[in-house]
């Protein structure tokens, strides 16, 4: 069964830093999407993507953070000026169309910042 | 914006008995509602969804309901194995913002003991 990949699966960093997480929906997908779970935490929508651009995103997804998908697979997140508050799982999923279709998650990356 | 709220928060049951969890949304608009089961460490995986036009619907040991007119929606498992243990988000997605977010209820925590 397809599965969307996420990379690293562990992300350290230094507080200021930039991350950029990686993602690889299921190969005939057509949305895109990031969520963010705080350890004990419930799942958090971040943004969504389609055709190239962002759909939604919400309060959270502010000017810290963009999303690309600069190839015909990848998918990532960038975070800039990284604060301990960005501490999560952070986990990419995707659904072959949009509204009222599963969303499959990948395995998340862990950020960790110092 | 969507809120959905989940009870209980924790929940253990004897092995073989059922096991119900409740949700509630507050967008009348929402019209897709799909249970996630996440594992400690692990992706949240998809087990049962549930559109706005149905009313029930099973897939082996696990339904669900949905009362569009109360706003709630259940998930059953019915003779609890060990390993239904997990933590089980239900979530909602509407028509509003375009990008077919899932907006998620807070989890619950299911173990099943032997």
């Known amino acids: 069964e397809p599965e969307v990949t996420q990379t690293p699966s562990h992300q350290v960093t230094q507080m200021g830093q930039e991350v950029i997480l990686r993602c690889v929906p299921i190969?005939?997908?057509?949305?895109f999407y990031w969520y963010r779970q705080i350890l004990g935490q419930k799942v958090e929508f971040l943004v969504s993507?389609?055709?190239?651009?962002?759909?939604?995103k919400s309060e959270i997804f502010d000017d810290q953070f963009s999303v690309e998908r600069p190839d015909g697979s990848n998918f990532t997140l960038k975070i800039r000026s990284t604060k301990l508050e960005d501490s999560a799982m952070y986990f990419c999923a995707s659904s072959e169309s949009g509204r009222g279709q599963p969303q499959h998650f990948g395995d998340g990356t862990r950020l960790s910042i110092l | 914006g969507e809120n959905v709220e989940q009870h209980p928060s924790t929940l253990s049951v004897q092995e073989g008995d059922s096991a119900v969890i409740k949700c509630t949304y507050s967008?009348?608009?929402?019209?897709?509602f799909p249970w996630y089961k996440q594992e400690l460490g692990k992706r949240p995986q998809l087990i049962i969804d549930i559109r706005s036009n149905v009313g029930e619907k099973k897939d082996q040991r696990i339904a669900v309901t949905l009362n569009k007119t109360a706003k709630h929606f259940s998930l059953h498992i019915t003779e609890t194995q060990p390993e239904d243990s997990a933590v089980y988000f239900c979530?909602?997605?509407?028509?509003?913002?375009?990008?077919?977010?899932?907006?998620f209820g807070t989890g619950t925590q299911l173990k099943v003991e032997l």
């Open positions: 967008d009348s608009a929402s019209n897709y």
């Open positions: 190969s005939n997908h057509l949305y």
């Open positions: 979530a909602a997605s509407g028509l509003t913002g375009g990008g077919n977010k899932l907006t």
């Open positions: 993507f389609y055709n190239n651009e962002i759909s939604e």
